[in-house]
């Protein structure tokens, strides 16, 4: 990098020359220098720049990933949090379908005490008519 600071240095400087001769100016060697080294210094006022926004660049990508880690933890608990939703609700559907079993059992069993209670009550009959 250096090497091309130098080069193109030295090619203004050639150039800066060759436009003072054709046009009937002179330019001394202090001028020239002072020149090339205003040069340098807004080529690496450039590069320091150019620098600080390469790092900046790098800094905003390591926090998209970190961001993007974070979203991807929060997924993963979410989706366990949704799966273990799902697990629950399958037990409690078995659960409600057990307890409607029961119920039916239960209504069975009253219709049967019924039916026994209407056989008592129709031998009571039959008892207190003979």
């Known amino acids: 990098m250096e090497l091309q600071l130098k080069e ?3 090619l203004l400087s050639k150039v800066i020359l060759w436009k003072n001769k054709l046009l009937g100016n002179q330019i001394d060697s202090d001028q020239i220098f002072h020149i090339i080294m205003m040069f340098q210094d807004e080529y690496l006022k450039s590069t320091a720049n150019f620098q600080d926004l390469i790092e900046k660049a790098f ?4 926090a ?3 961001n993007a ?3 991807a933890d929060l ?3 979410s989706s366990r949090i949704i799966q273990n939703n799902i697990e629950s609700s399958r037990e409690s559907i078995h659960s409600m379908s057990d307890a409607a079993d029961s119920v039916g059992k239960i209504d069975s069993g009253f219709r049967n005490l019924m039916d ?3 056989q008592l009550n129709t031998s009571i009959d039959m008892i207190v008519q003979r």
């Open 8 to 10: 193109t240095a030295e």
């Open 59 to 62: 800094d905003d990508l390591q």
């Open 64 to 66: 998209v990933n970190g």
């Open 69 to 71: 880690e974070e979203m």
């Open 75 to 77: 997924i993963n608990k």
């Open 116 to 118: 026994v209670f209407d």
